[in-house]
C-alpha cells in the first residue's frame, strides 16, 4: 500500500503562483511515475503533469511553461510549481503513484486550487 498526502492548495488572484507538494509514503519499492491531474467541477479529470522516478517529465499543453513538476527522491515527495495562475486553472488538484512493479495506481486526497480573475 502507498499513502499519499497533498498540500499547498489554495486561493490566489490571476497571474500568481502555488506550490504544491505530495508526500508518498509507504511500500515505495521499484521504478514508479508520480502525476498530477486534476478535475474541475462538470469536467472530467485530466492529466496536468508527470514525472518518472529518472525525471522525465511530460506536461498537457495548456500549462506547459507555466506549470514545473519535481520530485524529491530521497524525501518521496513530488511537487508541481504553478506559475502564471489562470482562472481556468481553478480545480482540485490530484497526485497519483503508478507503481510499474504492481501496475497500481494510488490516488491522494485532492487539493483545490482557485484562481479568481
Known amino acids: 500500500q502507498v499513502q499519499l498526502v497533498e498540500s499547498g492548495g489554495g486561493l490566489v488572484q490571476a497571474g500568481g503562483s502555488l506550490r504544491l507538494s505530495c508526500a508518498a509514503s509507504g511500500s515505495l519499492f521499484g521504478n514508479n511515475v508520480m502525476a498530477w491531474y486534476r478535475q474541475a467541477p462538470g469536467k472530467q479529470r485530466e492529466l496536468v503533469a508527470g514525472?518518472?522516478?529518472?525525471?522525465?517529465?511530460s506536461y498537457v499543453d495548456s500549462v506547459t511553461g507555466r506549470f514545473t513538476i519535481s520530485r524529491d527522491n530521497a524525501k518521496n515527495t513530488v511537487y508541481l510549481q504553478m506559475n502564471s495562475l489562470k482562472p481556468e486553472d481553478t480545480a482540485v488538484y490530484y497526485c497519483?503513484?503508478?507503481?510499474?512493479?504492481?501496475?497500481?495506481?494510488?490516488w491522494g486526497q485532492g487539493t483545490q486550487v482557485t484562481v479568481s480573475s
Open positions: 497519483k503513484f503508478f507503481q510499474l512493479t504492481t501496475s497500481k495506481n494510488y
Open positions: 514525472i518518472t522516478s529518472s525525471g522525465t517529465t
